[in-house]
């Protein structure tokens, strides 16, 4: 048994088009801590990930102890009015610890972006529904399918027989890629 817990960030689920390492890292992290949470389970040791909001710390200074080419526009000092005023870091232990009692996969520390992830996952959900709303299925029988791959070569896949099942997806984006087949 055991447990192991990962700082993120809420970065590593919202992201805001700045900071392009730190949110890439944050995510790193979450999908990280998901997979070695599946892996380790059947050990007894549990994973989660703490993705704290903002927290009263001295990240906005870390740029300082980078070398001159990593600092890519003083990012962390960006932070500082994400900082400022947050959190405790003593406060963040608690809410920790509960986490880790109750086996949470994520671990919290601000409610208050309780409607920024909501938004942020209706809009994922929303583009399943928008597939579904213009996705065409189109079925090939008994044939074979040739698809062009890099290089000039093509891959071929079909059935003994030649019975072959394939399905095209025609969005609203039209054909993707080129497919030909030959009965």
């Given at each position: 048994?055991?447990?192991?817990v990962?700082?993120a ?9 700045a ?8 995510y790193?992290v979450?999908?990280?801590?998901e997979?070695l949470r599946?892996?380790?389970e ?24 980078r ?25 963040v ?22 409607e ?12 399943f ?15 074979l ?28 984006f039209g ?9």
């Amino acid at each position: 048994g055991g447990y192991i817990v990962n700082t993120a960030s809420v970065g590593g689920f919202l992201s805001y088009g700045a900071g392009v390492a730190y949110t890439v890292s944050k995510y790193g992290v979450v999908a990280y801590s998901e997979a070695l949470r599946v892996d380790l389970e059947p050990e007894g040791i549990g994973v989660s990930t703490l993705c704290p909001g903002p927290i009263d710390t001295n990240l906005p200074a870390s740029d300082r102890i980078r070398a001159a080419e990593e600092r890519a526009g003083g990012f962390s000092e960006a932070l500082s009015p994400l900082t400022r005023g947050g959190m405790k870091p003593d406060q963040v232990g608690p809410i920790v610890l509960a986490g880790i009692r109750n086996e949470l996969p994520y671990i919290f520390t601000h409610d208050d972006l309780r409607e920024a992830f909501a938004k942020r996952f209706e809009t994922v959900l929303a583009c399943f529904d928008r597939i579904a709303g213009t996705a065409h299925l189109g079925v090939l029988l008994l044939g074979l399918i040739t698809v062009p791959v890099p290089g000039g070569a093509t891959f071929s896949l079909g059935l003994p027989g030649g019975a072959l099942i394939a399905a095209l997806i025609l969005g609203k984006f039209g054909r993707i890629g080129t497919l030909s087949w030959h009965l």
